[in-house]
């Protein structure tokens, strides 16, 4: 059998019979002898050709005989031979050039060039995967997936915005809607709470909209005036509206300064516990306040047991029309609240007048505040309008938006002017208060409202979102604002898409302070005091007492503590809860647990970190049992693999422990150090210490210097339980 050279005259006779879209790939003709079968094994006479070589050795194309057509599936990738002098024909994807393995790892010698392997594809064995791609596999301009190393933008804003898409903003416009029709009337109600004037609600519930579209990285979160934060205002604000402006202004640069400085670990510090008694006690403090309303009464003090007393005291001057509106504004909330938490979710597949209708329930449920606030309006203005008025009315508001000013740093007062240090006193814990309160309901709500939808916020923007929202809406007259837990769960329900939402919200509240504020004086305050009620119930939780009397009983202290305390002043119940979370903690560090386990070696374990209130602790227990009168003398093994850090005292503490029983015969190993309680107990350089890094090397050694056969337990043969 002949096999064909370049000269040969069959050459011409085999190109006229390949395809044109062969002719470009270049081919070994000496690897092509005639007679060659498709497949190996059918022709016994005619061997396959040998397997396929390195890049040194050019592998022929397997099993194609010259002048047949590669049948399907055949791969004709790989083969060579001299360039025929033809026009060069583009390559379907599936033809790979030479030098490119078909698989990776198919050819071991010669891996694939990385510029063929884009940025995260597995490479060939060989390959270093860490190698940076090639510039073209990622243009600029081209943000990262999450997990990259590209930073992000520095404003929130332009994470999102240059990939918003249309399909979002008919859904962004409707939770926006949504949203304003629920702030308008909550915005006025909360004023009434903080003792403030109506339009100082409406004045502080657009600015945050429209920062938090920018700074913000939640997008649900919707900031505003909330049922805490005006409990709050009226506590230190002395229903003085300079007061209210300027501990927004100085609530807002603490929050911002705790932004830039990174300090949102510090909300870490306040458990929770006390936020649950706090958050309960408040909705009992707030709804009663309100009760005033409901009934009509008028001249109610504003402290709770004071309040509680008046109110039972002159219940028989109840106003018959508030009582009767005002309970029948509650019903209406909760059975629009239940009906929308019954509501199946819509069928795109029902017919259009089922889907209209499950649109016509949604949004009355979802605008329940605004509807009944209406309601409540036309009945007063048709009282109005036949001569008697049996309720109690809002009154007149002045309409137009505020005026941009900066906020006041001093009151004038008929008698002179107060200072601005006078005000910062007046004020007082409340600078600490305030802030720290609006960063933890709003960090809290991000963060709830985040792991609910599937994505990621950044605390310390949020702390900069919620100081810059506050700094600049000082200076259109709003009090402090945070995080609204009823109008973010409305955003979310409603199906925005991105912080875009907030700006049709903000619109909503500007144009009401243009065009509305007119109406606003119908608004009988049953209404309100109704609305206020209804937001703030759901913030009692009654069963926190019962899962901590199972989970922790010891959690309970702080959680009744604040709960109790908040009722006479919502600053010591906050403050002494702290304190004594604050105590609870700094007694597990004091008196880690510690299991002593009795046996031919003495067996001491550490059931966390040791630091220095624990040292003398930790003496007593070893002494006590090591040098009993009745306990036989015998090694200690002292087993650190819970300790993962040790201060210099506690460093010094075992120094002494170590020379106190070396004074009476009893060697003492340590075991299962980690690396950081090795290096400073080492650097300590402490007179005969001993480290192994298991119980068995240790107990080796122990049997050396103690004369016992027995090694530590790995397993305790006697456990003496837990000292604390």
Same mark, same amino acid.
């Given at each position: 059998m002949r096999r064909p050279g370049r000269s040969d005259p069959g050459r011409a006779e085999l190109r006229a019979v390949w395809p044109r879209r062969l002719r470009g790939v270049p081919l070994r003709p000496r690897y092509r002898p005639a007679g060659i079968p498709l497949r190996p094994g059918t022709d016994p006479q005619d061997p396959a050709p040998p397997p396929v070589p390195t890049r040194g050795d050019p592998a022929p194309p397997r099993y194609r005989p010259a002048g047949s057509r590669s049948s399907p599936g055949t791969d004709p990738r790989g083969s060579r031979s001299a360039p025929v002098p033809t026009r060069r024909i583009p390559l379907r994807p599936r033809y790979r050039p030479a030098g490119i393995p078909l698989r990776p790892g198919t050819d071991p010698q010669d891996p694939a060039p990385s510029r063929y392997r884009p940025a995260g594809s597995r490479s060939a064995p060989g390959i270093d995967p860490q190698?940076?791609?090639?510039?073209?596999?990622?243009?600029?301009?081209?943000? #990262?997936?999450? !997990?990259?190393?590209?930073?992000?933008? #520095?404003?929130?804003?332009?994470?999102?915005?240059?990939?918003?898409?249309?399909?979002?903003?008919?859904?962004? $416009? *409707?939770? !926006?809607?949504?949203? !304003?029709?629920? #702030? $308008?009337?909550?915005?006025? =109600?909360?004023?009434?709470?903080? %003792?403030?004037?109506? &339009?100082?609600?409406?004045?502080?519930?657009? @600015?945050?909209?429209?920062?938090?579209?920018?700074?913000? @990285? #939640?997008?649900?979160?919707?900031? %505003?005036? @909330?049922?805490?934060?005006?409990?709050?205002?009226?506590?230190?604000?002395?229903?003085?509206?300079?007061?209210?402006?300027?501990?927004?202004?100085?609530?807002?640069?603490? &929050? *911002?300064?705790? %932004?830039?400085?990174?300090?949102?670990?510090?909300?870490?510090?306040?458990?929770?516990?006390?936020i649950k008694g706090f958050t309960s006690a408040a909705s009992i403090t707030i709804?009663?306040?309100?009760?005033?309303? +409901?009934?009509?009464?008028q001249g109610i003090p504003r402290q709770f047991f004071l309040q509680l007393y008046e109110t039972l005291r002159r219940i028989g001057e109840t106003r018959a029309g508030d009582a009767l509106l005002g309970l029948s504004c509650l019903a209406a909330l909760a059975g629009l609240r239940a009906m929308k938490s019954h509501l199946p979710q819509a069928v795109p597949t029902a017919p259009l007048a089922v889907r209209i209708s499950h649109l016509i329930v949604w949004i009355c449920a979802t605008a329940r505040n605004a509807l009944v606030v209406l309601f409540a309006g036309l009945v007063a203005y048709s009282f109005q309008v036949m001569g008697c008025q049996p309720f109690r009315l809002t009154g007149s508001i002045p309409q137009g938006l505020p005026p941009f000013r900066p906020p006041p740093f001093s009151l004038a007062v008929p008698n002179g002017t107060i200072p601005f240090p006078s005000m910062l006193q007046d004020m007082g814990v409340g600078l600490a208060v305030v802030p720290l309160m609006g960063l933890l309901e709003s960090v809290a709500i991000a963060k709830a409202f985040a792991s609910q939808n599937g994505y990621r916020i950044d605390p310390n923007q949020e702390l900069l979102a919620l100081g810059v929202a506050n700094v600049l809406g000082s200076f259109v007259s709003s009090y402090p604002i945070t995080g609204s837990f009823g109008r973010t769960a409305v955003?979310?329900?409603?199906?925005?898409? @991105?912080?875009? %939402?907030?700006?049709?919200?903000?619109? *909503?509240?500007?144009?009401?302070?243009?065009?509305?504020?007119?109406?606003?004086?119908?608004? /009988?305050?049953? =209404?309100?005091?109704?609305? +206020?009620?209804?937001?703030?119930? /759901?913030?009692?939780? =009654? !069963? +926190?007492?019962?899962?901590?009397?199972?989970?922790?009983?010891?959690?309970?202290?702080?959680?009744?503590?604040?709960?109790?305390?908040?009722?006479?002043e919502v600053q010591y119940g906050i403050v002494a809860g702290v304190l004594v979370s604050g105590l609870l903690l700094l007694h597990s560090i004091a008196r880690p647990p510690i299991k002593v386990s009795e046996g031919a070696v003495l067996l001491v374990q550490l059931g966390s970190s040791l630091h220095f209130p624990a040292v003398e602790h930790l003496r007593n227990s070893v002494c006590s049992r090591a040098l009993a009168a009745a306990s036989p003398a015998r090694p200690v093994l002292l087993d650190c693999s819970h300790v993962s850090s040790v201060d210099y005292t506690a460093a010094l503490g075992l120094a002494e422990l170590l020379q106190e029983l070396h004074g009476h015969g009893l060697p003492l190993a340590f075991c299962a150090l980690q690396e950081p309680v090795l290096q400073v107990l080492l650097s300590a350089d402490i007179e005969g210490f001993q480290h192994f890094p298991s119980r068995e090397e240790a107990g080796e050694r122990c049997r050396e210097l103690g004369g016992s056969r027995a090694e530590p337990p790995t397993s305790p043969a006697r456990s003496t339980g837990l000292i604390q």
């Open positions: 190698a940076p791609a090639p510039p073209r596999y990622r243009p600029a301009g081209v943000r #990262a997936m999450p !997990g990259s190393r590209c930073p992000l933008p #520095a404003l929130p804003v332009l994470r999102w915005l240059p990939r918003y898409s249309r399909a979002w903003l008919p859904l962004d $416009v *409707l939770a !926006g809607l949504a949203v !304003g029709l629920t #702030a $308008v009337p909550q915005a006025l =109600a909360y004023a009434e709470l903080a %003792g403030l004037p109506l &339009q100082y609600g409406l004045y502080s519930s657009f @600015t945050g909209c429209f920062v938090y579209c920018l700074l913000g @990285t #939640a997008k649900d979160v919707t900031l %505003g005036p @909330t049922a805490i934060m005006s409990l709050l205002v009226s506590s230190y604000a002395f229903q003085q509206p300079a007061y209210a402006v300027l501990l927004a202004f100085l609530s807002g640069c603490i &929050q *911002l300064a705790m %932004g830039l400085l990174r300090l949102g670990f510090l909300l870490d510090f306040i458990s929770c516990p006390v709804s009663f306040n309100q009760v005033k309303n +409901i009934l009509g009464l955003n979310a329900q409603s199906g925005v898409c @991105t912080p875009a %939402g907030g700006l049709v919200t903000g619109a *909503l509240v500007l144009l009401s302070l243009a065009y509305l504020t007119s109406l606003f004086y119908y608004i /009988p305050k049953a =209404a309100l005091a109704a609305v +206020i009620i209804s937001a703030v119930v /759901p913030m009692f939780d =009654a !069963g +926190i007492f019962w899962r901590l009397w199972r989970v922790q009983r010891l959690d309970l202290v702080p959680l009744c503590v604040t709960f109790l305390l908040c009722f006479w």
